[in-house]
């Protein structure tokens, strides 16, 4: 069949274009190289809903930042997303860089951002204690938020998923050509897929196929962001999600909250060439802890630390998203040189990209969209009374299996058997945050991984951490007794 | 709610004897929480032998060992529930469990036993750099793959931390036909018993390389390559010294954290050092009626040294719940763990609440040879020891006599220390 719409990358941008298409009558498909959505650019960031102060007055990256923060509210209530406005300072520690702040105010104002405040230094130490004695002002930006970046993404997804979209997990885009009836030819791993339209939303590799087809050349460059994630202990560290002052590089080490109420400290910024290379370096980790403390005072890093992970940022050298119709490539899309603040602007970023489709094939209006979908319920938020309603009809509920994070059976059969439901260690974590804790999936592993076994009849030895070739364990012990 | 005299957090090593030993101590209304299918606790997977020397006189396996106790429990009548979790304790004793069969429910307890062990210490608290690819394993969930679910978490393994659990799984991987390659270990010492190296190292020609640490992680799916480099003495790696072993997996055997979060909840003190609570001489911590015993109170290096503290809390808690325990006196005695020693449990002794005997517990932190175990109430020494060899991986003892300090009178301060002459 020939689809109207396939878009490459299940990732945050790819996932917010299909459930804007869902909207439509439109054959539409996603195919994604993982075994499962947010498995690549969209996995590792720093978790936070931008105001829309750093983009450059009159770039696509402001406006669709503040566009996307604007729609967080209703998209994060109509999906069940974990979402706060928790607010965000940008401290300065020197006071000869104090006319910075109101550079970035003026910006602020200039693309829109509401509420923003400059703080002198009594006002910023009483909302944030443990600042460091050198803070002597600060940018109040009151709309910056915390999300989970893995269920925004999720969600949406499943939510397109539910409203006719197809995924195609494992299956990797290789090259593709428009033929002389203007369909487009997708060569992949798992075959060949036709289409229409095709939207570019691969992340990384977003370059690779603009490059394919558009005569002006985009070049992407992965550069890495080291993270820290520390202890819940930690999580009301700060209130706020803390920036320093930005610079070439980017907006700089945070230290902040997350949603679900670790503290985050990163990102680095360290240009690589390897599109995969998501390893983190000492260099990077120690760069990492030095600068954390620059903002903060006495924060222990080091000794709070429950994991470190990298993410690639898809930066393009001009540093702009790019959006758009390939003049010399009809029915090619791109959303590429998606970068920070691409998470926060994934929904604006979804409507602007379905918006071309739409301009293009002008198709109906489903009437029978439905764009609510209901999160996986999260037992600890209901009263002992409810709980025990719950665990009396679903008494999976009533068994921990993440005990750090007091994820029950009932969460991970839910997330296992949910549209586009998890089939990996890391697919439930994602969804449930089982090994997400302190103990780091070293107590709930094997637990999960029988769960998986029992409900998608996955054979111990097939079981991975993320597909591919992830497997967690090899073969059956020797000692095993042969059946007869 | 529900009401029982002592509430026992844990069903394994600590938690059972400490159950036997409050109902031969005449308590009846004891109730074990335990959050797997069974009771036993980690011991159900250490199916290697070596346990029990000094409390059995024999070698006995992990689950044998449990076993022991468990048939002590079942013969006493003592009530458990598996499969509970404990959500919560309270200042106040409540303690709240969860289960599927009675969901959430409230136990209101005159004393509570904190025993529920300890975790291992994950690959991200280390700050390994690298990729985060499937095939690394700390020590103890790899045991439990091998040994409980019967799969082979790996073929060709390289091990980071030579605690004894990594220690075990060596051999244990090694009699699986996986291929060790070698043992890494941070410190300029084993953080294992001495007994270990030989049985699970030296007799299968592992070789341990001390003062080294992982640098690198290979592999973006499964761990591909591993590579470890010395370490000098500010524990930084010496470039140059890099060695790179290819392998489908890492171990971690890297340390135990007691597991004390529902300590905190319950406002249960802690100390820094062995990250469990701070204990009086009847093992309780500073809310009234809450003891502490085994590896959350502090990581033991024998399972027997665990049962004996156990059976100490459970008698406590016994006492405490009969109302029995004699009234606190003024005089509150306290341990200093001091040059070499690194802490001591308990950490306070009040005399008049005191047995006869009380055993006090150190680990220390450095390897000594031909040195002295000293103990000093106050400026004065009493105690002074020769130890042919004393290492941080396994624990230490002192013996107090309460007649001693009766008569040495008004003692502020116990100090021990380990000296070279």
New interface residues.
């Given amino acids: 069949m020939t689809y109207d719409c396939i878009i490459i990358g299940a990732g945050v941008s790819g996932s917010a274009t299909a459930r804007e298409l869902s909207k439509y009558s439109l054959n539409v498909a996603v195919i994604e190289k993982g075994e499962d959505v947010c498995s690549g650019t969209s996995k590792a960031n720093s978790a936070i809903v931008h105001a829309g102060f750093d983009a450059a007055e009159g770039s696509l990256m402001a406006k669709l930042n503040v566009e996307g923060n604007e729609m967080m509210d209703e998209l994060c209530s109509d999906l069940d997303i974990p979402f706060k406005r928790n607010g965000s300072l940008v401290v300065c520690i020197h006071e000869e860089e104090k006319g910075g702040l109101k550079e970035l105010y003026d910006r602020g104002i200039a693309n829109g951002v509401k509420g923003l405040k400059l703080l002198d230094k009594e006002e910023l130490h009483e909302m944030e204690p443990n600042l460091a004695d050198e803070a002597c002002a600060a940018l109040y930006a009151p709309t910056g938020g915390i999300i989970c970046p893995f269920i925004l993404n999720i969600a949406m997804a499943e939510n397109a998923a539910v409203n006719g979209v197809d995924f195609f997990f494992n299956t990797e885009a290789e090259t593709l050509k428009r033929d002389d009836d203007g369909i487009w030819h997708i060569r992949t791993n798992n075959g060949e897929y036709k289409t229409r339209y095709v939207i570019n939303a691969a992340g990384v590799y977003s370059d690779k196929f603009h490059n394919m087809v558009a005569d002006k050349k985009i070049h992407i460059t992965p550069r890495r962001g080291d993270y820290c994630l520390l202890d819940k202990e930690m999580g009301s560290f700060v209130s706020h999600t803390i920036f320093p002052q930005p610079t070439k590089l980017g907006k700089g080490v945070l230290v902040s909250p997350t949603i679900h109420g670790n503290l985050i400290v990163g990102p680095t910024a360290i240009d690589i060439e390897d599109k995969e290379a998501t390893a983190t370096t000492a260099a990077g980790i120690n760069d990492l802890i030095a600068k954390a403390g620059m903002h903060v005072k006495n924060l222990p890093v080091g000794r709070k630390v429950i994991t470190s992970f990298a993410g690639l940022r898809a930066h393009e050298d001009a540093h702009e998203f790019v959006i758009g119709e390939v003049k010399e490539a009809p029915g090619f899309i791109d959303c590429a040189g998606i970068e920070s603040p691409g998470l926060t602007s994934s929904p604006a970023i979804g409507r602007m990209v379905a918006d071309i489709v739409v301009g293009l094939a002008k198709p109906e209006k489903k009437a029978d969209w439905n764009g609510k979908r209901k999160g996986i319920l999260n037992p600890s938020e209901l009263s002992v009374e409810e709980r025990n309603e719950l665990i009396k009809k679903e008494p999976a509920y009533g068994q921990i299996i993440c005990r750090c994070e007091s994820i029950s059976e009932g969460e991970i059969l839910d997330a296992i058997r949910r549209p586009l439901g998890a089939r990996s260690l890391d697919g439930v974590k994602r969804r449930t945050r089982a090994g997400m804790g302190r103990c780091q999936a070293g107590f709930c592993s094997p637990r999960v991984m029988e769960i998986l076994n029992r409900e998608l009849g996955l054979a111990y030895e097939d079981i991975t951490k993320s597909g591919g070739k992830s497997n967690i364990v090899l073969e059956r012990t020797k000692g095993e007794a042969q059946a007869i | 709610m529900k009401n029982y005299d002592i509430v026992i957090v844990g069903g394994g090593p600590a938690g059972l004897a400490a159950a036997v030993a409050a109902k031969k101590a005449g308590n009846d209304s004891i109730l074990i929480l335990e959050?797997d299918k069974e009771l036993g606790g980690i011991l159900n997977q250490c199916i290697h032998n070596g346990f029990g020397l000094h409390t059995f006189k024999e070698e006995l396996t992990g689950p044998e060992y449990a076993y022991r106790f468990m048939e002590q429990v079942f013969d006493l009548n003592i009530e458990y529930k598996l499969?509970t979790?404990v959500?919560d304790i309270s200042p106040e004793k409540v303690v709240t469990t969860?289960?599927?069969?009675?969901?959430?429910v409230e136990y209101q307890a005159k004393a509570v036993i904190l025993a529920m062990g300890c975790?291992?210490r994950?690959?991200?608290?280390l700050?390994i750099?690298?990729?985060?690819?499937?095939g690394i394993?700390?020590a103890?969930?790899a045991q439990?793959?091998?040994n409980?679910?019967?799969?082979?978490?790996?073929?060709e393994v390289v091990i980071l931390g030579s605690g004894d659990i990594g220690l075990i799984m060596a051999r244990r991987m090694t009699l699986?036909?996986a291929k060790v390659k070698v043992v890494a270990e941070l410190m300029p010492y084993s953080g294992g018993l001495k007994r270990n190296i030989v049985q699970c190292l030296d007799d299968f020609g592992i070789p341990l390389k001390l003062s080294h640490t992982v640098?690198?992680?290979?592999g973006?799916?499964?761990v591909s390559a591993v590579t470890i480099a010395e370490v000098g003495p500010d524990m930084k790696?010496i470039p140059g010294t890099e060695e790179r072993y290819t392998c489908?997996t890492l171990l971690l055997s890297c340390g135990l954290i007691p597991e004390n979060e529902l300590s905190k909840k319950a406002g249960v003190e802690m100390n820094m050092i062995t990250s469990g609570p701070v204990v009086n001489e009847s093992l309780e911590t500073n809310v009234p009626g809450i003891f502490a015993c085994g590896n959350v109170l502090h990581v033991h290096d024998l399972v027997d040294y665990v049962s004996e503290e156990a059976a100490r809390a459970g008698e406590n808690a016994a006492k405490y719940a009969a109302g029995q325990t004699a009234a606190t006196s003024d005089k509150v005695i306290k341990l200093v763990a001091t040059e070499g020693a690194r802490y001591t449990v308990p950490s306070t002794i009040d005399v008049s609440r005191m047995e006869d005997l009380l055993t006090v517990r150190f680990r220390v932190g450095a390897v000594f040879k031909d040195s002295y175990v000293s103990v000093y109430f106050d400026d004065k020494q009493i105690m002074h020891n020769k130890k042919r060899i004393m290492a941080p991986g396994e624990m230490e003892q002192i013996i107090l006599q309460k007649k001693k300090l009766e008569e040495a009178g008004d003692v502020q301060t116990i100090t021990i220390k380990i000296e070279d002459k």
């Fill in positions: 959050r499969n979790m959500m969860m289960n599927r069969e009675d969901g959430m975790r291992e994950p690959r991200g608290a700050n750099p690298g990729y985060r690819p499937a394993f700390s103890g969930t439990r793959l091998v409980i679910e019967g799969y082979m978490p790996g073929r699986e036909g640098v690198d992680i290979e973006k799916e499964r790696p489908d």
